[in-house]
C-alpha cells in the first residue's frame, strides 16, 4: 500500500481516519467561517474496503431512547435532505433524500412492549413521528408478518429508512480537499505528548514523517483503542464481527418492508427490485481482531434464515445474492458515542465508540467536534453528555434502542 507524506511539517488539527466521522468533521471545519486553521487527514486506506462505513446497512432512525440522540438524527435528516444547500447550492451536488419505511420495532413480552411505550413518548417529545401498533395492526398494515407471539410494535414513517451514506461521506470529501484540507493515505504509528502529559505535541506516520499538530481528532472507527493507547490513553472501544446477507425472494413483499428489528435480535430491510438486506451476529460476540473480516456461513443455515422465514414465511424460499463481514466500533462502556477532549490529555479529541449507529449520526458528530475544535464547546446541540469525562467518572448513558 503505498503511502503519502504530507506538505507540511505542522497542522493545527490533525484527524487520524478518514472514513464518515473524519470526513463530516473535515468538511464541517472547512464549512466554518470561524476556522482558519490547517488540516490533515490520514486514512491508512483510500480504498476504504474494510473499513465499518463500507460495511453499513445505511438507514438512520429517530426511534432512541435519549432525547439527544433523537434530536441528532433529526439533524442527519435535514441535512440529507438539504444536502446541496449545505454545501453551498453547489450544483454538482446531487439531490438526496430518505427512503422512509420505517424501522419497525416487535416486541414479544410486556416489559419489552413497556418500553418502546417510553421511548415513544421521548421520540413524541422531541418532534419524531412513532407510532405504536398493536399486533393485530400490524398485520392489516403489513400481511406478510408472523405476529402471533407479538405483544406491540413501534414504527416511524417520516425520515426513518434508508439514505445514500456513501454520497454523502464522497462530497464531503471533496469539498473539504477543494477548500485546502489535506488528505494523505498514511498511518499514524506514534504520538507524542509534552512532558507533563497535558498536550499532544506530534504525531509520527508509517512514512518517518513527524507532525507537530495543534489539536488530534480520534476518527480511527473500531481502531479507535490502538489509536488511543499510543497516546497512553484507554477507551473502551472494540471491534465486534457484523454480519450481512443480501438476499432475493422467490415471492417478493407487495410493499416495502420496513427495517424490522426482530425480538430476536436480526433485522432485515427493503433492498428493491425483489431483494432484500439482512444483519446479525452470533450469540458469541467476542472482540475480534481488526482485519478479521471472515465469515460465519453456519450463522446463516443455523440460526438467521431460520428467524427470517419464521417472523415472514414468504422467506422460506429465497436466495443468498451476497454477504459480507463487517465491524461495529463497539462502546463496551455503555454504546454510544465518545466525544470531547481527554479528561489530561487536551487536545486529543475522542470521535469514537458508536456501537452500529455511526452512519446516522455523522452529520451532527461532525459538526459538534468542528464547533469543539473551534470554539472549544458545542454550539448547534449540546453534546456534553457523549465527552469522555463521563467513563473517568462512571456515569454510563443510558440508551435502550440499541440494535
Not at 497542522?11 to 466521522?21: F, L, Q, R, T
Not at 434530536?71 to 422512509?100: C, H, T, W
Not at 482485519?291 to 428467524?307: A, R
Request: hydrophobic content about 40%.
Amino acid at each position: 500500500m503505498s503511502r503519502q507524506s504530507p506538505t507540511r511539517q505542522s497542522y493545527d488539527v490533525v484527524i487520524i481516519g478518514g472514513a464518515i466521522m473524519g470526513a463530516s468533521t473535515a468538511w464541517f471545519l472547512s464549512d466554518n467561517e470561524d476556522f482558519n486553521g490547517s488540516v490533515l487527514v490520514v486514512e491508512r486506506d483510500m480504498t476504504y474496503e474494510s473499513c465499518s462505513t463500507a460495511h453499513t446497512n445505511s438507514c438512520m432512525r429517530q426511534q432512541f431512547s435519549t432525547e439527544l440522540n433523537v434530536r441528532i438524527s433529526q439533524f442527519a435528516a435535514d441535512f440529507v435532505k438539504n444536502i446541496r444547500s449545505y454545501m453551498g447550492g453547489d450544483e454538482r451536488v446531487p439531490d438526496l433524500g430518505i427512503r422512509s419505511f420505517g424501522y419497525m420495532y416487535l416486541a414479544d413480552t410486556d416489559a419489552f412492549a413497556d418500553v418502546l411505550r417510553q421511548n415513544q413518548r421521548v421520540q413524541l417529545a422531541a418532534g419524531a413521528a412513532t407510532q405504536l401498533m398493536t399486533a393485530a395492526q400490524i398485520k392489516e398494515a403489513y400481511p406478510f408478518y408472523n405476529v402471533d407471539d407479538i405483544v406491540l410494535g413501534s414504527i416511524n414513517l417520516v425520515d426513518e429508512g434508508y439514505w445514500d451514506g456513501a454520497a454523502v461521506n464522497d462530497w464531503w470529501r471533496r469539498q473539504s480537499r477543494e477548500r485546502g484540507v489535506e488528505w494523505i493515505q498514511n498511518e499514524v504509528v506514534a504520538i507524542s505528548s509534552d512532558a507533563a502529559g497535558t498536550r499532544v505535541e506530534s504525531v509520527t506516520l508509517a512514512s518517518g514523517d513527524v507532525i507537530a499538530c495543534g489539536q488530534v481528532v480520534n476518527a480511527s472507527g473500531p481502531r479507535a483503542a490502538r489509536t488511543a493507547k499510543m497516546a497512553g490513553i484507554d477507551v473502551p472501544v472494540e471491534p465486534r464481527k457484523r454480519y450481512t446477507w443480501i438476499f432475493k425472494a422467490a415471492q417478493p413483499l407487495d410493499r416495502d418492508l420496513p427495517l424490522t428489528i426482530d425480538p430476536s435480535g436480526v433485522h432485515v430491510r427493503e433492498n428493491g427490485s425483489g431483494t432484500y438486506q439482512c444483519g446479525g451476529h452470533s450469540d458469541h460476540d467476542p472482540a475480534v481482531d481488526y482485519d478479521d473480516h471472515t465469515m460465519d456461513h453456519s450463522l446463516w443455515e443455523n440460526h438467521i434464515w431460520p428467524i427470517l422465514a419464521t417472523r415472514i414465511p414468504q422467506f422460506e424460499a429465497i436466495k443468498v445474492q451476497s454477504e459480507w463481514a463487517g465491524h461495529y466500533a463497539m462502546n463496551t462502556f455503555d454504546h454510544n458515542a465518545i466525544m470531547g477532549p481527554h479528561t489530561e490529555l487536551s487536545n486529543f479529541i475522542f470521535l469514537n465508540g458508536f456501537s452500529g449507529h455511526g452512519l446516522q449520526q455523522s452529520p451532527a458528530m461532525g459538526r459538534g467536534t468542528a464547533e469543539w475544535l473551534t470554539y472549544g464547546e458545542y454550539r448547534a446541540l449540546d453534546m456534553t453528555p457523549f465527552n469522555y469525562a463521563r467513563i473517568t467518572a462512571d456515569q454510563p448513558i443510558v440508551e435502550k434502542a440499541v440494535i
